[in-house]
């Protein structure tokens, strides 16, 4: 099993540039996450989904949008990205029994500039 | 409303020293504690939950209710325990999302 995985590993956008980063996973857990990691803030949440065809908004959805079309996949778009979208993204991933138990994803780097 | 605090964001010892990563909570109810681990290049894993009363590569950590607060400790700290370290927290109910402190830096020197 491969666990969570994330593509791209490492991206430079210039400002206004938009992209999606994609998250994928093979344990048929219903719950998905993104997050965002900065020095000093720890980890916040940006969007999340309960299941296939359902989101819900994080602690700091602005700028994000999101998609859960499949279960194994969960998107996080930046249509219009702006230097302070620099930081490093995770996706997570849990059961529903299990929800405190998340695993992650190894993290793409994103550098806005 | 749900919050985490670690109010240590570097915190470094030699090794052999006892080490404590501090973790408060805020939370109305009763509340699931939990430890997460992330080392150099690795990816972020759950370490220990307060629930299982475990102890995790010699680390434990006890819930305490008075004082809200769930500490993480280990008596010999060990180099490769350098990492950064989350408290998180997770609402009883069914709640499908964590609350994580800002984190700790662990640094164990040589």
């Known amino acids: 099993n491969a666990g969570v995985t994330q593509t791209p590993k490492f991206r430079v956008l210039k400002t206004g540039q938009s992209m999606t980063l994609l998250c994928a996973q093979d344990?048929?857990?219903?719950?998905m996450y993104w997050y965002r990691q900065d020095p000093g803030m720890g980890l916040r949440l940006i969007h999340y989904s309960v299941g296939e065809g359902t989101t819900a908004k994080g602690e700091v959805p602005d700028g994000y949008n999101v998609s859960r079309l499949k279960k194994q996949n969960f998107l996080l778009g930046l249509e219009s990205a702006a230097p302070s979208q620099t930081s490093v993204y995770f996706c997570?991933?849990?059961?529903?029994?299990?929800?405190?138990?998340?695993?992650f994803g190894p993290g793409t780097r994103l550098t806005v500039t | 409303a749900q919050r985490v605090t670690q109010p240590e964001k570097l915190l470094s010892v030699f090794k052999g020293a006892p080490v404590e990563l501090k973790c408060n909570y805020s939370y109305s109810g009763s509340p699931e504690l939990f430890w997460y681990v992330q080392y150099s290049r690795q990816r972020l894993q759950l370490l220990l939950r307060h629930i299982s009363r475990e102890s995790i590569k010699g680390f434990t950590a006890d819930l305490n209710k008075g004082e809200t607060s769930f500490h993480l400790k280990k008596p010999f700290a060990q180099e490769e325990d350098s990492a950064m370290y989350y408290c998180?927290?997770?609402?009883?109910?069914?709640?499908?999302?964590?609350?994580f402190g800002k984190g700790t830096k662990l640094t164990v020197n040589p």
């Open positions: 344990m048929n857990h219903e719950y």
């Open positions: 998180a927290l997770h609402s009883q109910g069914g709640s499908e999302k964590l609350v």
């Open positions: 997570a991933s849990s059961s529903i029994l299990l929800a405190y138990e998340q695993y």
